[in-house]
């Protein structure tokens, strides 16, 4: 690449190949396509870039660098390996469409930002961590979650009974995190905090949850 950093271009797959960039942890990788199963699974650094659709288990278990997708993924978005317990453990995950269920599942680190929709169960288990959201997500978010943010631009389909609501409050810390959020987006992503403040709610009681997640819709 211009920059010095050592590059490498996969060119016309079809979905057929797991497994790209597992254990990857330095340099520039780039799918011209789409990719299988558990790409950048355990990913240590670099970043990755899919120009097509994946499959599922994208990012399991990452540890650092990026990975973009610009498709569309199936479920289980940086969730934990067969085997493990924890989820994305730091990094950022990007993805520019919808993406299926359990994205973010056991989360302990980083940040999963979702342009798209999402299904259901969305940061099940999460531990800590950001996760954002900026088309509909589906049924119960936030389920089981210890710590960690959820941030969604309307109000699911259902939330879990064991989330507590905090009313409408302004967050001054939002404002940071939507920097951060389009810088490492490298665009404006829309995100924006309502004049009136945010919901937000508290969980999951059920395990003793210090998580929050907040819903961006103004208040009418």
């Known amino acids: 690449d211009d920059d010095g950093e050592p590059g490498l271009h996969l060119s016309t797959l079809d979905g057929r190949c797991d497994l790209i960039g597992a254990g990857m942890t330095a340099g520039r990788l780039q799918?011209?396509?789409d990719a299988g199963d558990a790409v950048a699974q355990g990913m240590q650094g670099g970043q990755l870039t899919v120009t097509g659709d994946c499959g599922d288990l994208a990012g399991s278990g990452l540890v650092d660098g990026t990975l973009r997708i610009h498709g569309q993924a199936g479920d289980g978005v940086g969730a934990p390996p067969g085997g493990q317990r924890q989820g994305q453990r730091g990094g950022l995950i990007h993805i520019s469409r919808p993406c299926g269920e359990r994205a973010g599942e056991a989360m302990?680190?980083?940040v999963?930002?979702?342009e798209g929709h999402c299904g259901r169960l969305l940061g099940h288990r999460m531990i800590a961590g950001t996760i954002v959201v900026g088309g509909q997500a589906g049924a119960w978010p936030?389920?089981?979650m210890r710590r960690g943010t959820i941030v969604l631009t309307r109000a699911p389909e259902t939330l879990p009974p064991t989330l507590q609501s905090n009313g409408?409050?302004?967050l001054s810390f939002l404002s940071l995190l939507i920097d951060q959020l389009n810088t490492g987006a490298g665009k404006d992503l829309g995100l924006q905090q309502p004049a009136g403040g945010v919901?937000?709610?508290?969980g999951d009681a059920a395990c003793h949850g210090q998580g929050e997640l907040l819903i961006l819709e103004k208040s009418t």
Request: net charge positive.
């Open 31 to 33: 799918v011209n396509g």
């Open 112 to 114: 999963l930002l979702i």
């Open 199 to 202: 919901l937000r709610w508290l």
């Open 168 to 170: 409408r409050l302004y």
């Open 108 to 110: 302990r680190r980083g």
């Open 142 to 144: 936030g389920y089981g």
